[in-house]
């Protein structure tokens, strides 16, 4: 039982920093103009992106302990989250930047295939990210019309 709780509460624990995640790169996208909702589906994507890579990484682990060497000792609060953090703005502003682009569909496929090179990230994975950063685009296009 307590195996379980635990893994309830990690779970719980997960899907409150990705909400705290969302909210902010909502509350960045609107200072910036965009779509609250494309830049956070774009996140979300991500999200689930980095869930594969993880699920791939912990089925096939490079050491006994299924942590590579260079992130032993890491600590998720206080090393990892930070610098997340930071990368997750760069991406909102760069989403800003960049999001009158977004908005032809064969580029960003060939792109998001031809740069998403991680291991463990499926074809629809990539698909779905493509349709994410479509949506971005879609959504300026749409605010420039008005």
């Known amino acids: 039982m307590l195996t379980i709780n635990a893994a ?3 779970r719980s624990r997960t899907s409150q920093q990705e909400q705290a995640v969302l909210q902010h790169v909502a509350a960045q996208a609107r200072t910036l103009g965009l779509d609250e909702r494309a ?3 774009v996140f979300k994507v991500q999200i689930a992106l980095a869930k594969e890579v993880q699920q791939t ?3 096939n682990p490079l050491d006994e302990n299924g942590i ?3 992130a032993r ?3 998720l609060n206080n090393d990892l989250r930070p610098v997340l953090t930071e990368l997750n703005d760069r991406i909102v502003r760069e989403l800003a930047r960049a999001a009158i682009h977004l908005q032809d569909h064969s580029l960003l496929q060939r792109l998001t ?3 998403v090179t991680m291991g463990g990230v499926s074809a629809t994975g990539k698909q779905h990210l493509t ?4 949506a971005v685009g879609n959504g300026t296009r749409q605010e420039e019309h008005r």
Not at 131 to 134: G, K, R, T, V
Request: zero cysteines; hydrophobic letters at 40%; proline letters at 5%.
């Open 39 to 41: 830049a956070q589906h």
């Open 8 to 10: 309830t509460a990690s």
């Open 68 to 70: 590579p060497s260079w």
């Open 73 to 75: 000792g890491l600590d």
């Open 113 to 115: 295939d031809e740069e």
């Open 57 to 59: 990484a912990l089925q």
């Open 131 to 134: 349709e994410a950063l479509l």
